[in-house]
Antibody, heavy 118, light 108 residues
Framework: QVQLQQWGTGLLKPSETLSLTCAVSGGSFVGYLWAWVRQSPGKGLEWIAEIDHSGGTNYNPSSRATVSLDMSKNQFSLTLDSVTAADSAVYYC??????????????WGQGTLVTVSS | EIVMTQSPATLSLSPGETATLTCRASQSVSTYLAWYQQKPGQPPRLLIFDVSTRATGVPARFSAGGSETEFTLTINALQSEDFAIYYCQQYNNWPPVTFGQGTKVEIK
């Protein structure tokens, strides 16, 4: 049973950089896309970006995010530069199947509340 | 971007009743449609994928169907633990993967 445990800075000032990390245990990176989804009252659930085991990435066209992967540590990360109040949300790490066909998000981290305020 | 529209926004029902939730896509998503359940303070939980396949551990009172652009989630004989917010999500045409805005199933 795969488990995703996430952490990162919860309170940021405008223009600072958001940085979140998700540790994966009990499963392999191969065969999955490792993603970040955020949830805010105003915009609902919003897919941000994802990365596969070879470093291939997909981004929401509206996103300023960068995702990266460290397979030696079984972790993947999200970075978002120059945050504004609109980036305030609960951020989740999650995964979806890559093969034999793309799948839904079947495992989720516990969520990290990020608040951007001066 | 495919826009997912859920209705109704809120469904007020009593335990034991049947809930029927609808999700419409702005264009065909083929069979790449999932449903999630979310309770306060928790991440979404996958209930249904590929339109009608229940995820591991999901009770049989949850069923779903549809095709192309119109989909439904039915919850038979609502239990107390079923009162939550439900989201649909398409993963056919991306980026971006998109979610509906949610339907809240509340106790009447």
């Amino acid at each position: 049973q795969v488990q995703l445990q996430q952490w990162g800075t919860g309170l940021l000032k405008p223009s600072e950089t958001l940085s979140l990390t998700c540790a994966v245990s009990g499963g392999s990176f191969v065969g999955y896309l490792w993603a970040w989804v955020r949830q805010s009252p105003g915009k609902g659930l919003e897919w941000i970006a994802e990365i596969d085991h070879s470093g291939g990435t997909n981004y929401n066209p509206s996103s300023r995010a960068t995702v990266s992967l460290d397979m030696s540590k079984n972790q993947f990360s999200l970075t978002l530069d120059s945050v504004t109040a609109a980036d305030s949300a609960v951020y989740y790490c999650t995964r979806r199947r890559l093969r034999p066909r793309y799948g839904p998000f079947d495992s989720w981290g516990q969520g990290t509340l990020v608040t951007v305020s001066s | 971007e495919i826009v997912m529209t859920q209705s109704p926004a809120t469904l007020s029902l009593s335990p034991g009743e049947t809930a029927t939730l609808t999700c419409r896509a702005s264009q065909s998503v083929s069979t790449y449609l999932a449903w999630y359940q979310q309770k306060p303070g928790q991440p979404p939980r996958l209930l249904i994928f590929d339109v009608s396949t229940r995820a591991t551990g999901v009770p049989a009172r949850f069923s779903a169907g549809g095709s192309e652009t119109e989909f439904t989630l039915t919850i038979n004989a609502l239990q107390s633990e079923d009162f939550a917010i439900y989201y649909c999500q398409q993963y056919n045409n991306w980026p971006p993967v998109t979610f509906g805005q949610g339907t809240k199933v509340e106790i009447k």
